[in-house]
């Protein structure tokens, strides 16, 4: 059976609310369940977080080519040289051209940000549309929800940028602070025991 690393990516990120959402709140896709709100990305946002993940994980090959890549992670080739282009121009990864030539990452994988390859795909991170494009909704200025979302489009933000490519290659802790209010995310952190 094989299996594939870009696979699991999907389920990356988590923000579970089970017990404050209801279905018809959260606008569930097909694939989810009221028990399982997710913060979602888009196939090439998590594909290049896996090809990123990959890299970092890999120190020993100094530089990796688009084919050693696409077989590593079980992606199509084409997919990977996107994925590897606009990486580039985010300035995420460098390469180095030449028959040895290939890609390695800009800087170290603990200075470079999970939030840092999200916007590269996905442009800038919000909870809602209005806290990333003001202007775009009719409702704004009067709607409720828009200072608070803003708040935790900060906070989604923060956390986002306080995971690095170096923790994804670890085991990460989920804390709630809060046990009284579910089982909110409310800090990811590196920890050695696993995900608690």
């Known amino acids: 059976m094989k299996s594939s690393l870009a696979a699991g990516g999907c389920a990356l990120i ?5 017990d404050i959402l209801k279905e018809d709140e959260i606008g569930l896709t097909s694939n989810q369940s009221p028990e399982n709100p997710m913060f979602r990305l888009n196939k090439l946002t998590d594909y290049a977080v896996v090809v990123m993940q ?7 090959e100094p530089l990796h080519t688009a084919r050693g890549l696409a077989a590593a992670t079980e992606l199509p080739v084409p997919t990977v040289v996107k994925i590897l282009k606009e990486l580039l121009d985010h300035r995420l990864l460098v390469s180095h051209r030449g028959v040895k030539g290939g890609y390695a990452p800009a800087r170290l994988p603990s200075q470079i940000s999970l ?3 999200i916007e590269a795909f996905e442009g800038s991170i919000g909870f809602t549309e209005c ?8 409702l704004e200025g009067r709607c409720n929800v828009q200072d608070t979302s803003a708040i935790i489009g900060r906070a989604l933000q923060q956390a986002l940028g ?3 490519l170096s923790d994804l290659t670890a085991r990460l802790g989920v804390r709630s602070s809060r046990p009284d209010r579910g ?9 050695s025991r696993g995900v608690q």
């Open 14 to 18: 988590r923000l579970f609310q089970s």
């Open 54 to 60: 990959y890299v970092a994980s890999h120190p020993e």
């Open 115 to 117: 939030a840092e390859i």
């Open 131 to 138: 806290a990333t494009a003001p202007g775009r909704c009719e």
């Open 162 to 164: 306080n995971i690095t």
């Open 183 to 191: 089982n909110i995310v409310l800090s990811i952190t590196p920890d």
